[in-house]
């Protein structure tokens, strides 16, 4: 069993950077591929970034490669997502999530956190 909390989330202005932590509970958490989505209202929940177990392989999305970077530290059982030159439609509740295999799929992961809002202002 694994718990998330997500942290870091605020009101930035375009242009801005915020990293968010996804901060886990369990001693197993090195065995866990950690994906990062986000929903903006009215719209489906979609893939942000993942990272492997061990940190070694990473997937982005598209609208965000190149501006936003996601790193593990396991020894702090802590995912980060460092998020630069942030836009208004970045505008999203940011939600972590735990899998064992890395996948850019919801139904890949089997925890999720609460999730955190982002806001940026134009």
């Known amino acids: 069993q694994v718990q998330l909390v997500e942290l870091g989330g605020g009101l930035v202005q375009a242009g801005g950077s915020l990293r968010l932590s996804c901060a886990a509970s369990?001693?197993?958490?090195?065995?866990?591929?950690v994906g990062w989505f986000r929903q903006a209202p009215g719209i489906e929940r979609e893939f942000v970034a993942a990272?492997?177990?061990?940190?070694?392989?990473?997937y982005y999305a598209h609208s965000v490669k190149g501006r936003f970077t996601i790193s593990r530290d396991n020894a702090k059982n802590t995912v980060y997502l460092q998020m630069n030159s942030l836009k208004p439609e970045d505008t999203a509740v940011y939600f972590c999530?735990?899998?064992?295999?890395?996948?850019?799929?919801?139904?890949?992961?089997?925890?999720w956190g609460q999730g955190t809002q982002v806001t940026v202002s134009s």
């Open positions: 999530s735990a899998g064992l295999g890395l996948a850019t799929t919801q139904n890949e992961y089997d925890y």
């Open positions: 990272i492997s177990r061990s940190g070694g392989s990473r």
């Open positions: 369990g001693r197993t958490f090195g065995s866990y591929a």
